[in-house]
């Protein structure tokens, strides 16, 4: 069964400390996964497309990684600041029909 | 400003009364979606729609219904709410498939007594 798994569930950090989200996946064949943010009581907004052939890509201060062997995906954040705090959320496409599955979500706080 | 709009905001309800969630987006994009949000859950979708008068079924579509009449406009209809139809509702739309970037609407928070 296709599934997505995320961890911590919750994270508290202090600002400007750094952080690493996990997500780990079952769904094959693979197409994409990304990681979208999603501030409280607002529809979540794409930081990062992951594809096969990439390891590691960067937005600004963050920064995902990729290895499609161990099919696991992680969201690396530096340097925290309080609009941080929100939940980030990794989905992944299947090739075969594009059908998204999506994991449960992180929830980042970060405190001053 | 390219964006998905959805209507109402906010809702509460009572059981059994027939309700519309309405959802536009001005990016000309093919395909939309409906997904229903749950503390600890993931985003479930209910309904998607690949392009005018074309729909199809997504994770949770029991109870709903939605059509594809203009590529601007996807509504969602509750025939017949019931409690466990209380949830936060996402619209999104992306330009061709669920594999392209998602561009979601601010969501609009249902509740049926």
């Known amino acids: 069964k296709n599934q997505v798994e995320q961890s911590p569930q919750s994270l508290i950090i202090l600002e400007g400390k750094n952080c690493t989200l996990q997500?780990?996946?079952?769904?094959?064949?693979?197409?994409?996964l990304r990681w979208y943010k999603q501030d409280t009581g607002r529809g979540p907004v794409s930081l990062t497309i992951m594809t096969f052939s990439e390891n590691t890509k960067s937005n600004g201060r963050y920064t995902a990684t990729l290895d499609a062997d161990t099919k696991q995906s992680s969201l690396h954040i530096t340097a925290s600041q309080l609009s941080d705090s929100a939940s980030y959320i990794c989905v992944v496409s299947a090739a075969s029909n594009y059908q998204l599955i999506w994991g449960a979500g992180t929830k980042l706080i970060i405190k001053p | 400003e390219a964006q998905v709009t959805q209507n109402p905001r906010y809702l509460i309800t009572v059981t059994g009364k027939k309700l519309t969630v309405t959802c536009s987006q001005n990016m000309n994009h093919e395909y939309m979606s409906w997904y229903r949000q749950d503390p600890g859950l993931g985003l479930r979708q209910i309904y998607y729609?690949?392009?005018?008068?074309?729909?199809d079924k997504g994770d949770v579509p029991e109870g709903y219904k939605v059509s594809r009449k203009e590529k601007r406009n996807f509504p969602l209809i509750l025939e017949s709410p019931s409690p466990n139809q209380t949830s936060l509702y996402f619209c999104?739309?992306?330009?061709?498939?669920?594999?392209?970037?998602?561009?979601f609407g601010p969501g609009t928070r249902l509740t049926v007594l």
């Open positions: 729609s690949m392009n005018v008068e074309v729909t």
């Open positions: 997500c780990n996946y079952t769904v094959s064949p693979f197409s994409n």
């Open positions: 999104a739309s992306s330009w061709t498939s669920g594999r392209d970037e998602q561009f």
